[in-house]
């Protein structure tokens, strides 16, 4: 045999190994996608479904301090006790109901001056302060946050008030988060019919379903959280219910 024709044929079975190689790597890969197809069988399909809800708050807490401050105990208490009075005359007039209105303790606190390092001087007493809270809790909100708006007026006649942000509140949060879930319920079962149709399968049966937290935002924000958000400081919000399904499928 001649060096020309030993090479043809060492050329030769080297294809056909390679080939060999080749088929029996290809049927390998088939055999092992048939093995997880037949061990999971596309059984199921998991998908996400959401709703989203606006929502109005209806119920608001207001708290504004009123503050007196002296060189001695008895002139703060003077300067802030007759605050008060004047401010619950005010809400009076504008309305609000005594019912939802409530007055703290008072709250006394030592101020002491700093000496030239910045440092407090514990042992002396420059001026003390006194406050007292008046909170007003009520579900009648737009009357509310205007008085916490118009109550800075106040300062005009010598009281010194600090108004605090409104707390804006829903509180039927546990009957929403009901129907909420069946809707984001039914969003997961289209998305998970639209699957399973572009597969050419279909959907049998729900085989588990939990709902993420909550998530509250102010009206169009879409902050997330893996403990929900809670937005307290607008009178709309958005409310963002998730599902997490499982179906089954044949």
């Known amino acids: 045999m001649t060096i020309v024709k030993r090479i043809e044929t060492s050329v030769a ?13 290809f049927l390998f890969g088939r055999s092992v996608v048939s093995v997880f197809r037949i061990r999971h069988g596309d059984k199921s399909i ?19 301090t009123i503050a007196g401050r002296g ?25 609000i109901d005594p019912k939802t209105i409530t007055v703290s303790a008072v709250r006394i606190r030592e101020i002491h001056p700093k000496d030239k390092d910045g440092h407090l001087i514990e042992e002396t007493i420059s001026m003390y302060s006194v406050e007292q809270d008046i909170r007003v809790e009520s579900n009648d909100v737009e009357k ?21 942000a409104p707390l804006y509140l829903y509180t039927k949060l546990g009957d929403l988060k009901i129907q909420l879930l069946a ?3 039914k969003d997961a079962r289209l998305r998970a019919d639209q699957i399973a ?12 379903a939990r709902m993420g937290v909550m998530q509250i935002n102010a009206a ?31």
């Open 13 to 25: 079975v080297a294809a056909i190994i390679g080939l060999a190689v080749v088929a029996s790597t």
């Open 46 to 64: 998991a998908v996400t479904g959401s709703v989203k809800r606006r929502i109005v708050s209806d119920h608001i807490v207001w708290t504004a």
């Open 71 to 95: 060189p001695d105990l008895a002139t703060a208490y003077r300067s802030m006790s007759s605050g008060v009075p004047k401010t619950m005359t005010f809400l009076s007039e504008k309305g």
């Open 144 to 164: 509310v946050a205007a008085v916490s708006r118009e109550s800075t007026k106040l300062i005009e006649d010598g009281i010194q008030i600090q108004s605090e």
């Open 183 to 185: 809707e984001a319920s």
């Open 197 to 208: 149709s572009n597969t050419g399968s279909k959907v049998t049966q729900l085989n588990s």
């Open 220 to 250: 169009n924000e879409s902050t997330t959280s893996g403990d929900g958000m809670n937005d307290t400081t607008s009178l709309e919000k958005d409310v963002l219910a998730i599902v997490s399904a499982s179906f089954g499928v044949e």
